[in-house]
C-alpha cells in the first residue's frame, strides 16, 4: 500500500515555486503576481512607518515635558496679613496666597520618598521680556543654581550656548531659545524684565522692572516650552516677584514619569491640609488621549489597507487557478489529493504574502532608522518650509522603531494575506478532474 505523503512535501513546494515563476505564455498570472508583492510590501511599509512615527511622536512628546517639567507639582494655599498704607493711616488686609513659606523642610521630606528623584522650589511668574524695541512674554522660573543643573533638558539640551555654570551670579539668567530669538540676544547681553507683580500699594502693585546678563541659552526640543521659559536664581526670583522668604510650588521628579499616579498617594501623605498636588498628566491628560485615540484610528485605517492589499493576492490566485485549470486535472488523475492542491495553491499566495512582508519590514524599518536624512531630502526639494515648528510643537520629524510594532505590522499582513489565500486554494481543491480535463 503507498504510503501518503506529507503535508507541505518538498514536491508541494516545488509545483507552487514554478506556478509562481513568471512565464511569456502566462504574462497576466505574472503581471498580478508582482502586483500583489508590490501591494503587501507597500502597506506593510506604510503601516510599520506610521507606527513608528506615532511612537516617535509620543516619546517625544513625553520626554520633552517630563524633561523640563515638574511630573508632580505641589503647591499651598494659605492665609496671611499684609499691611497696606492709605494716607496716614495703616490697614492690615487678610487674603489668600499660593506660597510655601516652610519650603526646604517640605522639599526633603518629599526627596527622602522613595522613587523620588529631586524635589525643586520655585518661585514661578509671567512678564514681559525685552530688549530695545523687540518685547514677548516669558514665563519666568525662580529656581537655585544646583537644583537648576539637575533638570535633564536644561543640564543636556538639543542645542546651548554659555555656560550653566555661570547661572546664578548677581544677575544672570537663562534663556529659552525661542525667547532668545525673539528678542535678538546672545550670550553676554542683557534683557529687561517686567512684572506686574511689584509693591503692595495703596492703588494695587506697582510694577516692577530689572536687568538682567544672559549667561546661557537652551533648546529643549519643545518649541512651546523654548519660546517662553526663562530662569532666574531663586533668590533673585523671591525680590522679583515680591515673594518674601517662601516660594510658589514645589516641583517633584520621579523615577518613572510614565506611572506618575503611583507617586501621589505618598506625596499627599505628606502636605498639609489645603495643599493641592496635580502632575504632568493632569496639564497635557487632554493631549495624551487624543493621542491614543489617534493612534488607534491610525491602526485600524492601515490595517484596512494591508487587508485591500491582501485581496490582490485572490485576485492572482484566481488567475492562476483558471489557467492551471489542466494540471489540476492531471494532477488530481495521477493521485494528488484534494489536500495536496489545496496547499500548493496556498503556498503560492502565502509565498507572496510572506516575502511581501518582509520587504516592508526592510523598507519600514529603513524609513524609521533614516528618517531624518529622508525627511532632509524631502525638505530640500520642497524648497524648505516643510515643518513649522510654531505650529507642530517640535523641531523635527520624530520616529522611534519598537519590537511591539513591528510585531504587530508583520502578524496582521501575515494573517490577512494566508487567510485570503484560503478561498481561491480551496477552489482549485475541488475542481473536478473529469471537468477540468473535458476539452483538453
Known sequence: MAQTPRPFAPFEWKIAWRYIRARRAEGGVSVMTWISLVGISLAVFALIATLAVRSGFRQEFVDTIVGANAHLAVRQQTQETVTVTQGDQSVDVTRWVDTISDYPDLAARLAALEGVERANSVVRGEGLASRGEEATFVQIYGISPEELADVPLIRAPEQ???????????????????????????????????????????????????????????????????????YMPLEKAQDFFNRGDAVDEIEVFVTDPDNVEQWISPVYAQLEPGSLLYSWKDNEGAYLRALTVEDNVMFVILSILVLIASMNIISGLIMLVKNKGRDIGILRTVGLTEGAVLRVFFLCGAGIGTVGTVVGVVLGCLFAIYVDQIFSFVNYVAGGGVWDPSIRGIYALPARLEFGDVLSAVSLSLALSWIVTLFPARRAARMNPVEALRYE
Open 160 to 230: 546651548s550656548s554659555g555656560r550653566l555654570a555661570d547661572f546664578g551670579g548677581e544677575s544672570g539668567v537663562a534663556l529659552g531659545s525661542g525667547v532668545a530669538r525673539a528678542l535678538g540676544v546672545s550670550v553676554g547681553e542683557r534683557i529687561t524684565l517686567t512684572t506686574a507683580a511689584g509693591v503692595q500699594t495703596a492703588v494695587g502693585r506697582s510694577p516692577r522692572r530689572a536687568s538682567f546678563d544672559v549667561v546661557y541659552i537652551f533648546q529643549t526640543g519643545r518649541y512651546a516650552t523654548d519660546v517662553v521659559r526663562v
